[in-house]
T-cell receptor, first 114, second 111 residues
Framework: NAGVMQNPRHLVRRRGQEARLRCSPM?????VYWYRQLPEEGLKFMVY????????ESGMPKERFSAEFPKEGPSILRIQQVVRGDSAAYFC????????????FGDGTRLSIL | EDQVTQSPEALRLQEGESSSLNCSYT??????LFWYRQDPGKGPEFLFT???AGEEKEKERLKATLTKKESFLHITAPKPEDSATYLC????????????FGEGTQLTVNP
C-alpha cells in the first residue's frame, strides 16, 4: 500500500479524550475517503473530501466526528470525546480527479479506547 | 439501499486446489465493481476493476468476472501466499463516489 500514508498506525486514548488521525494521499490524488472497520465487521464509508471541500459525509456519525482536507497538509479525521465504541481501524483512501481509477488505501490507524 | 454479499465467509483450500469466491450485489447504476485483497494488519490492496457485464480481468492466478448480478473471483492453483481476506466493493454511477464493501471471504491455502 505504498503511497497513501496514515499516522499514527496505533493510537490509544482514554474515554473523553480527542483522537486525531492523519492521512496524506498519493501524489497527484486530490480525492480522499475515510472508512471505518469495526471488529468483525466490514469496511464502512464515512466521508469523501476534496481539497477544502466535504463532498459526501453521509456515513459520518452526527456528533463528535469531523473531517477536513485543507489546501495544504494532510486530511484529518477528528473524534472528540471518544467512547469505547469508537475502537476500530480507520482507513484512508485516495484517488485522482475525474477518472475511473480505483481508490488506493493506506494501512490504517488502529484506535483503542481505554 | 446498495447491498454487497460475499460467500463463503471463509474458505480453506489445499495448495493447488482451484476454487471461486462469489460477490452478489444490488445497486442502482453500477459504475464499477472492485476486488481488493487485505492481509492482517494492512489496508486493502487493489486487484481489479470491472465495469460491465461480461468483462473479465486476470492477474497471475486470479481471474475476476462480472455479470449483472454477481462477480466471481476465480483462484487457479492457489499457493499459501494467496491466503488473505478478499473484499468486493461496488461504486455507483458518480465519479469519485463511495465504495460499498461486502464483508469479505477469508481464504486460507494450506501447503
Amino acid at each position: 500500500n505504498a503511497g497513501v500514508m496514515q499516522n499514527p498506525r496505533h493510537l490509544v486514548r482514554r474515554r473523553g479524550q480527542e483522537a486525531r488521525l492523519r492521512c496524506s494521499p498519493m501524489k497527484g490524488h486530490s480525492h480522499v475517503y475515510w472508512y471505518r472497520q469495526l471488529p468483525e465487521e466490514g469496511l464502512k464509508f464515512m466521508v469523501y473530501l476534496q481539497k477544502e471541500n466535504i463532498i459526501d459525509e453521509s456515513g459520518m456519525p452526527k456528533e463528535r466526528f469531523s473531517a477536513e482536507f485543507p489546501k495544504e497538509g494532510p486530511s484529518i479525521l477528528r473524534i472528540q470525546q471518544v467512547v469505547r465504541g469508537d475502537s476500530a481501524a480507520y482507513f484512508c483512501a485516495s484517488s485522482p480527479v475525474g477518472s475511473n481509477q480505483p481508490q488506493h488505501f493506506g494501512d490504517g490507524t488502529r484506535l483503542s479506547i481505554l | 439501499e446498495d447491498q454487497v454479499t460475499q460467500s463463503p465467509e471463509a474458505l480453506r483450500l489445499q495448495e493447488g486446489e482451484s476454487s471461486s469466491l462469489n460477490c452478489s450485489y444490488t445497486v442502482s447504476g453500477l459504475r464499477g465493481l472492485f476486488w481488493y485483497r487485505q492481509d492482517p494488519g494492512k489496508g486493502p490492496e487493489f486487484l481489479f476493476t470491472l465495469y460491465s457485464a461480461g468483462e473479465e480481468k486476470e492477474k497471475e492466478r486470479l481471474k475476476a468476472t462480472l455479470t449483472k448480478k454477481e462477480s466471481f473471483l476465480h483462484i487457479t492453483a492457489p499457493k499459501p501466499e494467496d491466503s488473505a481476506t478478499y473484499l468486493c466493493a461496488v461504486q455507483k454511477g458518480t465519479s469519485g463516489s463511495r465504495l460499498t464493501f461486502g464483508e469479505g471471504t477469508q481464504l486460507t491455502v494450506n501447503p
